[in-house]
Each structure stands twice: as structure tokens, then as C-alpha cells.
T-cell receptor, first 116, second 109 residues
Framework: ETGVTQTPRHLVMGMTNKKSLKCEQH?????MYWYKQSAKKPLELMFV???????ENNSVPSRFSPECPNSSHLFLHLHTLQPEDSALYLC???????????????FGPGTRLTVL | GQNIDQPTEMTATEGAIVQINCTYQ??????LFWYQQHAGEAPTFLSY??LDGLEEKGRFSSFLSRSKGYSYLLLKELQMKDSASYLC??????????WGAGTKLIIKP
């Protein structure tokens, strides 16, 4: 397995369900990201982890809860979502390191989430 | 505020050349990225510019003018597989990427 992988690729859930998205990177990177991509809108950065510590949380509702158990894995736990949360959720990783690095981000294929 | 502008959609003919423009306004600047995203797939890195000028990489070239807050992606000898969305992203002074909404490029035979 190479690059950045995400599971599941597609997820349909009701508003009362609890589910988790998983991301795994095989690039030896130290930083990982969650983005939300809605149709015809810019990518929205949700969370950033660097060396397993959360360094960015862009005013994301608490119904989204990230977890980074190690530098290779990132989860996004979902509960009591709203229909407007339906979107493509992308995970990315980058080399990371000291602040100020203009690292290229490498993306996974995303999870297409539909909230009914 | 911070902002990226790029056209929503462009159409071009197979074998031709197309230029996708991007203008940006950011708090500080640490470079400009272009990504390609096919429908249902991951965005993939195409180019990074931080100095003024043209960077050529095969059929794709990327240009940056820092003084004008402007970049373009130039695609030559267009192929059907180049049909995709092209995302422009500028890195601000906090090394955060500010993304455009993407340009959907349609290639016609």
C-alpha cells in the first residue's frame, strides 16, 4: 500500500448515527490534515496534526472529533451530523517538521459522506 | 480577508493549449500550488511556485507574478485525460493553504 489511503470510500448515515472515517499514510510524513470539500466550494481545512498533536482546529462543530493515535493514522469521528455535512472528506499528509515548512500536501481519495 | 479567484469552468479542444488563471490575496505569501483533481479522486500535486517566473514541467507550466498576485497554469497538447478540476492554492504567512474553488476543464475532441 502506498501514498494516502482512506476508508470507507462511501458512507451513508442517519443523523443519529455514530461513524468514523479512517486515514492512513505510508509516506513517513509527520503532519496530517482533514479537509471538507463541497461542490463548487474551496477546500475547507478542518484539523491539522503535527507529530500527533493537534495544531489547528478551524472552528469545526463538535460533532466532528479528530483523533491521531500515531503519525501514520488519523481518524474523524462523526456523531449527530446534519444533512449539510454531506460532502467529500479528504485526508492529506505532508512532511511536517519545524514551523515554516512549505511542504507539499499529498491527498487520499476521500470519503464521500451522505447524511440523511 | 484572504481570497483566491479562478474561473469556474473552461472548455478546450484536444491538442490545443489552455491557460487557467488564478489571482490571490493573502496575508503574507509563501508560495502558490496547483493541483489536479479528477472526478471522484484525490487532488494530485502539479506544481509549486514561490519566485516570479515560469516553471515548465513537460506539457504543464506554471507562472507566478508576486507583484500582481497572479498565477496561471498552462497546459499544452491537451489530451482527453486532462479533463479534470484544477485547484489553485496560496500559502499565507502562517503556512496555511488558502484554496480556490477549482476550475473544471472540459476537453472536447
Amino acid at each position: 500500500e502506498t501514498g494516502v489511503t482512506q476508508t470507507p470510500r462511501h458512507l451513508v448515515m442517519g443523523m443519529t448515527n455514530k461513524k468514523s472515517l479512517k486515514c492512513e499514510q505510508h509516506l513517513g510524513h509527520n503532519a496530517m490534515y482533514w479537509y471538507k470539500q463541497s461542490a463548487k466550494k474551496p477546500l475547507e481545512l478542518m484539523f491539522v496534526y503535527s507529530l500527533e498533536e493537534r495544531v489547528e482546529n478551524n472552528s469545526v462543530p463538535s460533532r466532528f472529533s479528530p483523533e491521531c493515535p500515531n503519525s501514520s493514522h488519523l481518524f474523524l469521528h462523526l456523531h449527530t451530523l446534519q444533512p449539510e455535512d454531506s460532502a467529500l472528506y479528504l485526508c492529506a499528509s505532508s512532511q511536517g517538521g519545524p514551523a515554516g515548512a512549505t511542504d507539499t500536501q499529498y491527498f487520499g481519495p476521500g470519503t464521500r459522506l451522505t447524511v440523511l | 480577508g484572504q481570497n483566491i479567484d479562478q474561473p469556474t469552468e473552461m472548455t478546450a479542444t484536444e491538442g490545443a493549449i489552455v491557460q487557467i488563471n488564478c489571482t490571490y490575496q493573502t496575508s503574507g505569501f509563501n508560495g502558490l500550488f496547483w493541483y489536479q483533481q479528477h472526478a471522484g479522486e484525490a487532488p494530485t500535486f502539479l506544481s509549486y511556485n514561490v519566485l516570479d517566473g515560469l516553471e515548465e514541467k513537460g506539457r504543464f507550466s506554471s507562472f507566478l507574478s508576486r507583484s500582481k498576485g497572479y498565477s496561471y497554469l498552462l497546459l499544452k497538447e491537451l489530451q482527453m485525460k486532462d479533463s479534470a478540476s484544477y485547484l489553485c492554492a496560496a500559502m499565507d504567512s502562517n503556512y496555511q493553504l488558502i484554496w480556490g474553488a477549482g476550475t473544471k476543464l472540459i476537453i472536447k475532441p
